[in-house]
């Protein structure tokens, strides 16, 4: 009996050794929804959608770090204070991308986007008619929220649904995907 239980043992330690070895992951298309390609674990860490992906990853944990930054016009570092761009632009340079400065500016670097298309780690921007105004970071998103980290005038670095809020939901104008942004 005990041989039994040493072999079942022995037995189910290689497998659990062996399995993750062999985990793949897929890359789709989300336009047409198909798969492009997929590769092990390894391999996938090496392509540009998984360098984004980190790429994405790192502009939001950035921008969390800095929750509760005052608030201060033009600012964009932590020590002095960070504007609703200033904190994108200190996130972004902060992972070697360099942005525009400004949400005017952001607004026009890249393609525009439907918000509700967009994913974490893409940029939101919000204003009255078309007039752009402030701009935040995608944390995350689920069919009724929309989670935001932006820094606002009155309460600095902060994340929120920006889907509650009478203030922010009616001003939400347009997203611009980060990938467009660092290709």
Known sequence: MQIIKCICLIAGLMVLSTGC????????????????????????????????????????????QNLGTKYTYGGISPKEGFDCSGLVYYAAKSN?????????????A????????AEP????FFGEGKKVNHVGIIERKKSNELWVIHSTSSR????????????????????????????
């Open 96 to 108: 070697q991308i360099t942005l525009p400065r400004s949400s005017r500016t952001l607004a026009e």
């Open 21 to 64: 070895s062999n985990v793949r992951k897929a890359v789709y298309d989300k336009k047409n929804r198909s798969e492009l390609a997929s590769a092990s674990k390894n391999t996938y860490a090496r392509t540009p959608a998984a360098k984004e992906a980190t790429v994405r990853s790192n502009l939001i944990s950035t921008a969390s």
């Open 110 to 117: 890249g393609p525009h986007i439907n918000w509700k298309s």
């Open 121 to 124: 780690g893409d940029l939101i």
């Open 156 to 183: 600095g670095v902060i994340s929120e649904d920006v889907l509650k809020s009478s203030y922010w939901s009616k001003r939400i104008l347009f997203a611009i995907d980060f990938g467009s942004l660092i290709q």
